[in-house]
């Protein structure tokens, strides 16, 4: 209890500027100083056009001398208590930002690359602010009110009225001191919010209800800091750190001049895209170029990665720290060149024209001494010369051994491999850093460094929620492009799209929706009529699928997983193994699923696995990289991102492609021919085959039910190497179809008839009567439970179809009329 | 100001807007006792900071020292190349081509530096006297009221 008594908030260092805020506070001072410069500037003018006058007017022609220097003094006295005022703000300012940067010693040793230890914590001012205003020992409330507090709300999702709301409905008040926080070692606004949150059950549970867990609190009061903090550390602009980034002259006095390179390339060194605010992402990335080009000499670099991973950005982030001289001193006073290529290659014309141009752009970047020539899309260059007959590698070559010169070159991951790698010599002349997809983390910082910026721009205000929904949503439903572009690229769709709709917060919900309009996958919100459709999945398949209660029990139970949002993110919506004879309802089953939930039968696509056995079956499915030629599954997925998709005669493929379908079941992806992911996870794959049919034959007429024999089936197949186990498993459900019986195959043919008769009345405008003759016609032509529906669906053909078509053409019937077939039709020749 | 703040117009606390609200004297009076101890203390160190960060700005915007380290490179890297096949005449010329490259360079980074030091200079200057001004300030902000209301009201 003693401790109690020590710290109170008068002995904190950061008294002063509480009582400063309170009194005469940040905003207000500033918003002081505009108006004081303004006023002083006018009176100063009023004071001069006045002196002026006087000075130019002899005394004798102007008879009110006495009042017109009234008035020039009173000017001057207004101007001098203006300026005395503005001093007085100027001082108050600057014992505000030395107090507050004092206490933030440590931030800025850290930023700095200084350890913690060098200067000790101190309470930070923010924390120091909710606990100065507090109200009745009330630390919630006071948190609530505080600006950062509030900001961190609202990057939360909540806005004033539900803040207000749950202030006032709480039960407890959490009652702590400035001595608990010494004690538990909070000193920051980031601790701090997450004391509370630790420590005070009911602010979790408000959190909590709006679906803010402890993760997305912690990211939600990470980034309102992080701005917070920024926001301070730019007004000093007498640090080293912003004074460095004006620049110097002088440098390039001991260099050459770059008079032809300056027609085909641009300095990215200076103002380039200088993230000079931004946090830096490719750190690791630098540091490689960095060590590359420190080499005594071949200090060439390629930078190899996927189009939209971010390859120029490093090359920009590297120019950036050149620029600021933040790399090792023999980088420094570097000029980073991008030359352009196309340029070079488009104006040369002819091979000797293009050869010269760029032996005379090598060697005046040697002959400079300063330049590091960046190479943007090099392999598009190599082949771009090579087609004029130049081998742009053969005349870099000595260049690119010698100590004179650096260069970055930048391909993407399946042109260097086509185009360079072959070149033994690449290896050793340059040294390769592949840029990868950057993972989760990273992506977060740089779409929250975006979301500022279009803040700025929009008046949007994103939540974190948003942002980590973005992330997700462009990892699982955004096919085309790669991480982290599409993540940017729908936080840059998502800004105007805001706008339009006329509101400020985005959401969660905000993202799906847009993603949804997007893509046109059904995600966020489920609305009331697809809620109905969820829940009545098993009835209305049923209308098209005759028994196979199992098969759609399985199918519409994965569908409402994944709509739910409870499936594994990871793995594709669904994926189903059909076994069963033909003609019992597999691929009709499919396309029910298409239809009904997807809406369209064209959401389901097929592929002929049988078509798929020979050597060159993966070839064919991904695409081959010798042949530079994409697959039928990767051209098939890129343009069918979302829906069913129907591998028939699964058992007959290769198995080769066998282990191919192990990892798409299992991640979600697989690689295509050039190395590139591509994203499955929004599939629902059903596989069939008859494999096993016998068997089940067998066990239905020994009046056994599927269900006590799926084992021995299953069994059967896999050790006659049909399917491997490994793969049986990964299946999400491997569902038996019955063979039909009689009852079931006269239900599909009243179905086909069904079908047909809609088909004539929508198209023709004919009336059919399905009446029993019709029924009893195809029960005796088609009836064969060994084939199921298929000799059925020929009988409709055969049959019915037939005599209609002869009726059409004879003009026994016309549009119009109603139908009724008798026995004697179908007896007619 | 907090875009947040701005964007979905909270309810501000009396206390975040206002001017003289409601502080009581003891605080002001503590506030102007912290003041005042750190315009004559703390704030001699913080300027002294500030004022050595813009004269290390001159040497560094004018790169001064590179430039002293660099005097006789020859200007801009523009020269001859001295002939592989020896001959008198040609290698006296490159001589003196080379020479008055050199010449230039060391002209050309003299004058910066020139400039640069006096712009340090004047910034050391400069700050030696916002040093003075600055224990006089309190006095001066006084003196300045006493003669601007002077002004104003006596002409």
Not at chain 1, 678 to 702: L, P
């Amino acid at each position: 209890m003693d401790k109690r008594e020590k710290t109170t908030i008068e002995s904190l260092s950061v008294y002063p500027l509480l009582v400063l805020e309170q009194w005469f506070p940040h905003a207000t001072r500033h918003k002081f100083f505009r108006t004081l410069i303004l006023s002083m500037s006018f009176f100063f003018m009023v004071f001069a056009a006045l002196f002026f006058a006087n000075q130019n007017i002899p005394a004798e022609q102007n008879p009110s001398t006495g009042v017109f220097l009234r008035l020039i003094s009173f000017t001057e006295g207004v101007f001098l208590l203006l300026f005395s005022f503005w001093t007085g703000v100027f001082l108050l300012e600057s014992f505000y930002r030395a107090v507050y940067f004092h206490n933030r010693a440590y931030k800025i040793r850290k930023r700095q690359g200084g350890s913690d230890e060098d200067v000790p914590y101190e309470m930070s001012s923010e924390v120091a602010t909710v606990f100065y205003f507090m109200e009745k020992d009330d630390v919630i409330r006071s948190f609530c009110n505080s600006p950062l507090g509030f900001e961190i709300l609202v990057r939360c999702g909540f806005l004033s009225e539900s803040v207000n709301e749950f202030l006032e409905t709480r039960e407890n008040v959490l009652e702590i001191t400035l001595d608990d926080m010494y004690e538990a070692r909070v000193f920051d606004m980031e601790d701090f919010a997450l004391f509370l949150f630790h420590n005070y059950p009911e602010f979790a549970e408000f959190l909590f209800k709006k679906g803010v867990g402890e993760k997305d609190f912690t990211g939600a009061v990470r980034w309102a800091v992080k701005v917070d903090e920024d926001s301070r550390f730019k007004e000093r602009w007498w640090s080293r750190d912003h004074l460095k980034k004006i620049g110097s002259l002088g440098k390039d006095f001991t260099y050459g001049n770059t008079y032809m390179l300056d027609r085909y390339a641009h300095d990215i060194t200076i103002g380039g895209a200088a993230p000079s605010d931004k946090e830096l992402h490719w750190d690791e990335e630098v540091k490689r170029v960095e060590s590359a080009l420190s080499k005594a000499k071949e200090a060439n670099v390629m930078l190899i990665g996927d189009d939209g991973v971010g390859v120029l950005d490093v090359v920009y982030e590297f120019a950036y720290r050149v620029d600021s001289g933040d790399v090792p001193s023999h980088l420094q006073n570097k000029r980073l060149l991008l030359v352009d290529t196309n340029l070079i290659v488009a104006s040369a014309k002819e091979k000797g024209i293009l050869e010269e141009r760029l032996i005379k752009l090598l060697n005046e970047a040697a002959k400079a001494g300063n330049i590091i020539l960046v190479f943007d899309h090099f392999t598009s260059f190599v082949t771009g010369a090579r087609s004029l007959g130049t081998d742009a590698i053969d005349i870099m070559n000595p260049y690119l051994s010698s100590p004179l010169i650096h260069i970055i070159a930048l391909a993407p991951t399946e042109e260097y491999h086509r185009v360079l790698a072959p070149n033994g010599e690449m290896s050793t002349r340059f040294e390769l850093v592949s840029v990868k997809q950057p993972e989760g983390g990273r992506i977060i910082s740089l779409l929250q460094d975006g979301a500022l910026l279009l803040e700025r721009r929009y008046g949007v205000f994103f939540t974190y929620a948003s942002i980590i929904e973005i992330l997700k949503s462009a990892e699982n439903y955004i096919t085309d492009g790669v991480m982290p572009d599409k993540a940017t690229d729908l936080l840059m769709e998502i800004a105007p799209y805001m706008v339009q709709k006329k509101k400020t917060l985005v959401e969660k919900n905000d993202v799906l929706e847009y993603v949804r309009l997007k893509t046109k996958i059904p995600v966020g919100e489920i609305n009331p009529e697809e809620k109905d459709k969820l829940k009545h999945l098993e009835e209305e398949l049923h209308e098209r699928i005759v028994g196979q209660h199992d098969a759609i029990k399985a199918v519409s139970d994965a569908v409402r997983r994944s709509r739910a949002g409870v499936r594994d993110p990871k793995k594709p919506i669904g994926s189903f193994l059909f076994l069963g004879p033909t003609g019992v309802g597999k691929t009709e089953t499919a396309k029910a699923l298409a239809a009904v939930y997807f809406n369209s039968e064209d959401k389901m696509a097929r592929l002929d696995m049988s078509e798929y056995q020979g050597e060159d079956a993966m070839e064919r499915l991904i695409g081959s990289f010798e042949l530079g030629k994409p697959g039928t599954f990767s051209m098939l997925v890129k343009d069918f991102p979302y829906g069913v998709l129907l591998l028939d005669e699964f058992e007959k493929t290769s198995k080769e492609v066998q282990n191919l379908f192990l990892s798409v079941l299992d991640e979600g992806f697989f690689s295509d021919m050039g190395g590139h992911r591509v994203n499955v996870k929004n599939i629902i794959f059903i596989a069939t085959s008859n494999a096993g049919s016998e068997m089940m034959y067998d066990s239905i007429q020994h009046g056994e039910s599927l269900h006590s024999v799926k084992q021995l089936i299953v069994d059967s197949i896999i050790k006659k190497g049909i399917l491997k186990p490994e793969l049986m498993n990964r299946f999400d459900g491997v569902i038996l179809f019955n063979p039909l019986e009689k009852k079931d195959i006269i239900e599909v043919a009243k179905i086909m008839c069904e079908n047909l008769r809609k088909r004539l009345k929508d198209e023709h405008s004919i009336n059919l009567v399905v009446n029993q003759v019709i029924i009893d016609e195809l029960v005796k032509e088609g009836l064969d439970p060994l084939n199921g529906g298929r000799p059925m669906a020929r009988a409709v053909k055969e049959k019915i179809e037939r005599v209609i078509a002869e009726k059409l053409i004879s003009g026994e019937i016309q549009t119009g009329m109603t139908v009724e077939l008798e026995q004697a039709d179908f007896e007619r020749k | 100001m907090c875009l947040s703040t701005i964007l979905f117009e909270k309810k501000i606390p009396t206390w975040y807007n206002s001017i003289y609200m409601n502080v009581p004297r003891e605080k002001l009076i503590s506030l102007l006792e912290h003041y005042f101890s750190w315009h004559y203390g703390q704030a001699y160190r913080d300027i002294y900071g500030v004022w050595m960060n813009f004269v290390w700005f001159c040497f560094h915007f004018f790169s001064i020292s590179e430039l002293l380290g660099s005097l006789f490179q020859p200007w801009k890297r523009m020269g001859e190349e001295y002939p592989r096949v020896p001959d008198l005449k040609i290698i006296l010329q490159t001589f003196v081509v080379n020479l008055l490259m050199r010449f230039v360079g060391v002209m050309v980074r003299l004058l910066v530096i020139g400039i640069g030091l006096a712009f340090a200079s004047l910034v050391f200057f400069i700050g030696l006297i916002i040093m003075a001004l600055w224990t006089v300030m309190p006095i001066f902000i006084v003196a300045i009221i006493i003669i601007g209301l002077a002004l104003i009201l006596h002409g």
